[in-house]
């Protein structure tokens, strides 16, 4: 069987490149369960602005969505312990599991292991008592260079980072986290050329809109879901809730909308650069072989042939001596 030895597969890519369609092709040709790595889609009432997949009607068993009734972020460290129970349930069924989505930060704490806990389990132990409006300014004191890539108000960033100095005493900057892969893995990169990417963006921001997407924003005014939204940076909700508000026009709502989504694809490629480098040099350090990269471009796709070399990158993947947990 293709899943003997406890495989999984990644998809990621930017955001409206075919993540979601092709995993399902994929999955519909082998033994194979899907898992959500998508950190908008686990919330129960974001559906339409997340592009949230119809999860619950597919003919595939796909799970992590909808995991979260109230707006609460979900730290990466729960993430990866809720994927781990997940692939371990999969496993047990004699199938792989294909992770989907476009959080780099998710699949990068799939691969790494980092720093255990969490501020507010530590604040006492380690001296980080600190009223959120200050933060930004302790981190900068400890580590300029860490703190001037965070936005003053990007707490959750801002809380791990101070989180790494207290726990590890290595400034957020300098410190690397260890090599650690959840399972040994085929990663495959989505993406699709500039132009033909930023089509589907500017299409999809208006079948979005014309799908219902103000009725969802609108059940959320007024409630604590509002403030999240807008604190967690999902794009769309903002711009929406404007609409609502009678802080924009529609035309110019989804103009925003579209144009933060063509930006977050640029970070999302600029992120990926990165972790394939440091993925890369990791596995030249490591004596095991824990996994390939294959960057698929779907621009002219070829459904069949792709997934026949997926199929043969999973056939022909060395676990070394790896064992699940």
Known sequence: ???????????????????????????????????????????????????KPDWKKSPIKQHLFDIKDH???????????????????????????????GSGFYLKALLFRLVSGTVSENKAQFNIDIPEQDMWERLKEIDPKRALSIH????????????????????????KPIYDP?????????????????????????????????????????????????????????????????????????????????NYAKRQETFWRMLKKIVTTAQKENSNTYGKIIELDLTYPDDDLYIKQLLDDVLTLDCGDYESN
């Not at 801002?158 to 790494?164: F, V």
């Open 1 to 51: 069987m293709i899943n003997k030895n406890k495989k999984v597969i990644f998809i990621y890519g930017p955001t409206a490149s075919g993540k979601s369609d092709f995993a399902e092709k994929l999955a519909a040709q082998i033994p194979a369960e899907i898992i959500n790595m998508d950190s908008a889609q686990i919330y129960t009432p974001l559906t339409i602005g997340t592009a």
């Open 71 to 101: 707006p609460e972020h979900l730290t990466v460290h729960a993430y990866r312990k809720l994927v781990q129970e997940k692939i371990d349930e999969i496993h047990k069924r004699k199938r792989i599991p294909i992770l989907v989505g």
């Open 152 to 175: 003053p108000n990007d707490y959750y960033r801002i809380k791990r980072a101070l989180e790494i100095w207290f726990v590890t005493g290595k400034k957020p900057s300098e410190y």
């Open 182 to 262: 959840i399972a040994p893995f085929v990663l495959v990169h989505v993406t699709r050329e500039k132009k033909e990417l930023y089509r589907r963006i500017n299409k999809r921001a208006v079948q979005m809109v014309q799908s219902g997407w103000l009725d969802e924003a609108k059940q959320l005014l007024g409630t604590p879901w509002e403030l999240f939204v807008q604190e967690k940076g999902i794009i769309g909700y903002t711009e929406m809730i404007g609409y609502l508000k009678h802080v924009y026009d529609l035309q110019h709502a989804t103009e925003i909308i579209a144009q933060r989504t063509r």
